[in-house]
């Protein structure tokens, strides 16, 4: 049984660019979540989403933006990048009605 | 300011004593729960106590929950290098499915 994947696992960018991660949740989960952590600091809740929809969204400005697929994975888009988006960023999936979140090894992005 | 902030920031013990981590918070909360992360990894899920529990044990984890001091504790036994890492207290404020909101992190090492 596969656990929480993510892509790709490293990403150099530059300001100003664009960028997509990708999230598989873990087998026969329905809710991926989203968070940012930078280094040294806790994970920062981005967006929630369920039903393709989004359900809750954190502090986060609307250069942030994501999609679920039928299928339940989904995607993070950030655009125009700026220097303070280094990160890493960690997906974590759950059942709807359960209430612990199983994270991925994250995507660490550097933003140069 | 935070939800979530463990104390303390950094602990080093020697293999074989106990750890103690403290979180504490400041809103109510449908539950509490405890991650570790290995070298800025995924965070891997550790116990859960719900808002109407005081203890639960989970091996060589004890964790409590006081909801009159807004406060939890971490508690693992006999340590051993195995569980340096970094610990953190996410907080569940249960609002229209999971909405965690994590604590800065306490980064305990383990000397052999």
């Known amino acids: 049984d596969a656990g929480v994947t993510q892509s790709p696992t490293h990403l150099i960018k530059t300001r100003g660019q664009q960028v997509t991660l990708r999230c598989s949740p873990k087998?026969?989960?329905?809710?991926v979540s989203w968070y940012q952590q930078a280094l040294g600091q806790g994970p920062q809740f981005i967006f929630q989403?369920?039903?393709?929809?989004?359900?809750q969204r954190g502090n986060f400005p609307d250069r942030f933006s994501g999609h679920q697929f039928p299928n339940y994975s989904s995607e993070l888009n950030v655009n125009a990048l700026l220097l303070g988006d280094s990160a890493l960023y960690l997906c974590?999936?759950?059942?709807?009605?359960?209430?612990?979140?199983?994270f991925g090894p994250g995507t660490r992005l550097l933003v140069l | 300011s935070q939800q979530g902030e463990e104390d303390p920031q950094a602990l080093s013990i020697q293999e074989g004593e106990n750890a103690t981590m403290n979180c504490s918070y400041k809103?109510?909360?449908?539950?509490l729960q405890w991650y570790r992360q290995n070298s800025g990894r995924g965070l891997v899920h550790l116990i859960l106590?719900?808002?109407?529990?005081r203890e639960k044990h989970s091996g060589r984890l004890r964790v409590t929950l006081d909801t009159s001091k807004k406060s939890s504790s971490l508690l693992i036994t006999a340590s051993r290098a195995a569980d340096t890492a970094s610990y953190f207290c996410?907080?569940?404020?249960?609002?229209?499915?999971?909405?965690?909101?994590f604590g800065p992190g306490t980064r305990l090492s383990v000397l052999p």
């Open positions: 974590a999936s759950s059942l709807t009605e359960q209430e612990t979140q199983y």
């Open positions: 087998s026969g989960h329905d809710t």
């Open positions: 989403y369920y039903e393709e929809e989004e359900r």
């Open positions: 809103t109510s909360i449908n539950n």
């Open positions: 106590i719900r808002s109407n529990e």
């Open positions: 996410a907080t569940d404020l249960g609002n229209y499915g999971q909405n965690f909101v």
